[in-house]
């Protein structure tokens, strides 16, 4: 599933944001969300007009790629999971203690989601990672039966603008950095595993300048990397009961 969204639509759907919080009583124009909200329009104007690039010169293009790119901070990757698996229809619950509990009749998936800042603290976070995991298995008694999953965001790893001719160019990229990461990093969730995680969930997103046509967006790319096969019996110590699972 590819959400592709316009700039006039990003535009817009900030704009709503703001007034529903504005309808609170909160006042946003001394905050740094209303550059953002004002980026957006213009941007979405200009590139109607086919005058994207004049707009990068006139506002300066880090501004612009910052009010694009950085509008949901630390708290993105953490919403666009929960957000992309419930327009797929997955059952997710926000209750603590696990940033997502997948839930279905027969047992459940707790994930734990980590947006990755310093390639010296990839193995730290992977490792916490696991470990928040774990304590949550400690949490659910035997009448009902947890899996795990690792979120990875690497977004803030390389920040560098991607220039892209077409959305070939553009996938090839990001499908490589994606590639890059796993063969660097596959190692450290490999030997963590326990068996009870069913994979690790990569997401890369950058701000791109396409060049036909012209786009200046936030390109974003994800893939699921499973630590099991599709049919795996579980075994567990409580009654050792099977359980067969096709994920």
Known sequence: MIDRTTHREQALRFDWACKWVESFGIKLNPARVAIYRRDLEDLADHVEASTGLEFEKERGLENVINSVVELARN????????????????????????????????DSIAVECKRLFSPRKVEQNIR???????????????????FGALALSLGKLDECLIEAHDEADLRAQGNEKLERFRLEYERHWLRRSTGREIGVFLHWSAPVRMKDPYLLITATNFHFYPLCEPYTIFLFPQGHKEYLTNR
């Open 75 to 106: 708290t993105g990757f953490h919403l666009w999971f929960v957000s992309t698996a419930a327009k797929c229809d997955v059952p997710i619950d926000l209750r603590p203690p696990a940033d997502a509990t997948i839930r279905t009749s027969a």
């Open 128 to 146: 916490k990672g696991f470990q928040q995991l774990q304590e949550r298995y400690k949490q659910y008694d035997g009448r009902t039966e947890i």
